[in-house]
């Protein structure tokens, strides 16, 4: 047995499914996950001491490259001074004041511990701030596990095709519409019928729970229209996409202000870090300030936010996501060759740092879409390229990231890599 076997089934003694988050037991896939016990720049290393090319960067924080020699030191220095005051810091203004910098349309921003957390918040603080119960989400969205959010939720829920979680009560559900990605008129027919019952709409703003899908640019302009004109607050779930994308996350690219902005992710640069925030007559109804009441025992914790704001700085150099998408395009038009070459019925697409590969002839633009994806064959894909050393997501329905330390050479090897595993898929292997 290998030591990931051994790990595998000693963790699964003691931990439901032997992991803590559902997607990395790979039963979407198949096979044993991988038990990391190091990481640096594009690599890590499983319990086995093999290295992989790392697509994963901890679901998108490591936008750096694991373990950065800067990260790591502020890190170190916070976490001397003592781990955890229960009170605030300086440190927390300086990464409130460097959000609200990064992204003009954050007027105020609360630090909470999770992207779950920081939607969670945010969806009380619409319905706080509106006074109403009904809240819009999109078939395919993932965004945390918050009971109201849990109905037909993509990410982890959707690759178990569990659609609806089980605990969930029908009284919580019946709260939450669920209409179809990128489909506006289901968007006009809703906000017609209901527009003045709505507290808010979240939408990952580039979908990234059910694969890599880019949002129409009539989709987050009709978004924006309606919930102007019917008094509900937009939401742009950006824990995946924010600083991933561009430097102003999605609402940069596509110059959609939304009211309020969940964060996670890349802002804590590996650590527990997340943040809801946008306009400050919103933000005005949060406790100790108004009604809506949120709290968070770590919430700003100090050697969190040193790594969060380390982070921050360093992707504001220049050039950053220049490089970042230079990377990331040449990974998908290097896959996107070697499949045309190989007769392959493959493609792959990218946003910044995010890209999504599909066994599929165009990418998918909404989740019916990527339903018709051959999922089998990716599974396949996805365990010969794990033999050749290449770490991608254990699910077809799971984006990709790529770092700043994803070399030319190392993108090279990728595709090189993904020629062989299009030949064992030919070969029937
Ligand atoms: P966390 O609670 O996992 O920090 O964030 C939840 C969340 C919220 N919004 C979006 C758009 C997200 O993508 C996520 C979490 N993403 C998944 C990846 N598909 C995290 C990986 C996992 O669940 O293990």
Redesign the pocket.
Known sequence: MSQNEILFARAQITIPGGVN?P??AFRSVGGTPRFFKRASGPYVWDADDKRYIDYIGS?GPAVLGHAHPDVIEAVQKAAVNGLSFGAPTEAEIEMAETLCQMLPSMEQVRLVS???EA?MSAIRLARGFTGRNTIVKFEGC???HADSLLVKAG??LLTFGNPTSAGVPEDFAKHTKVLDYNNVEQLERLFAAQGSELACVIV?PVA??MNLIKPSHAFLKTLRELCTAHGAVLIF?E??TGFRVGPQGVQGVYAVKPDLT?L??IIGGGMPV?AFGGRKDIMACIAPLGPVYQAGTLSGNPVAVAAGLTTLKLLQRSGFYQQLSKQTERLVDGLNGVAAEMGEQFCADSIGGMFGVYFSEHPPTSFADVNTSDRTRFNKFFHAMLDAGVYLAPSAF?AGFVSVTHTDEVIDATVAAAKHAFQLLQQGQ
Do not use: A, P
């Open positions: 988050s997607v990395r679901w999770s992207g779950t939607t993932y965004h945390g990410s982890g990952e990234g729970n779930d824990v995946m969940t996670g992710k997340g799971e």
